[in-house]
């Protein structure tokens, strides 16, 4: 059993990385799902309240939430398969949780890019680094991300992916660390 969770900032490659796992085979639970679910059980658009559904969850149930509310999902896979990716972690708090649910056999893994690059990536995905979807600036997204706690759960991964090369290398990249390569 093993559980890889990615972390990084947005626009560094984190939904690249799980959709190689995806193509893979391998199961990718998403915690901005988790997130999106829960504004469409209130009745409001994910793509505009995301972030601000995202605080509330934090403020409402503490900042483990959404991975305590991944947990089943998590879990339900590896009755299935092997391995299993964690599609954004966002907190130190998170890195806590899914350590003491899954003990040596979670490992963190961070992707990192620099500012521009991530933010032409954003603008090829036809997500405005200078204003998103829900009116926030890239700047503003890093911020609100790191006030979540991201910049303790980069800090704690087990390592580090640089997407700063070609696709086709951050996909090779990611295959590798998925076949257990460190």
Do not use: W, Y
């Amino acid at each position: 059993m093993r559980v890889i969770g990615i972390v990084g900032l947005p626009g560094s490659g984190k939904s690249e990385a799980a959709a190689v796992a995806e193509h893979e085979g391998v199961p990718v639970v998403t915690m901005g799902d988790v997130i999106r679910r829960e504004c469409r059980d209130r009745g409001l658009d994910p793509a505009v309240h995301h972030g601000e559904i995202a605080q509330q969850l934090r403020a409402e149930n503490g900042p483990g939430a959404v991975a305590e509310r991944s947990l089943p999902v998590i879990e339900e896979h590896l009755d299935a398969a092997e391995t299993v990716v964690v599609d954004g972690i966002r907190s130190g708090t998170e890195v806590d949780r899914f350590q003491t649910a899954f003990g040596e056999a979670f490992r963190l893994v961070c992707v990192e890019a620099p500012f521009e690059t991530r933010a032409e990536r954003l603008d090829l995905r036809g997500r405005d680094a200078v204003s998103g979807a829900d009116g926030e600036s890239l700047e503003e997204r890093d911020r609100r991300e790191l006030e979540f706690g991201m910049g303790d759960a980069i800090d704690r991964a087990d390592l580090t992916v640089e997407n700063t090369g070609t696709l086709a290398g951050f996909r090779e990249r990611v295959r590798e660390l998925l076949e257990g390569s460190p």
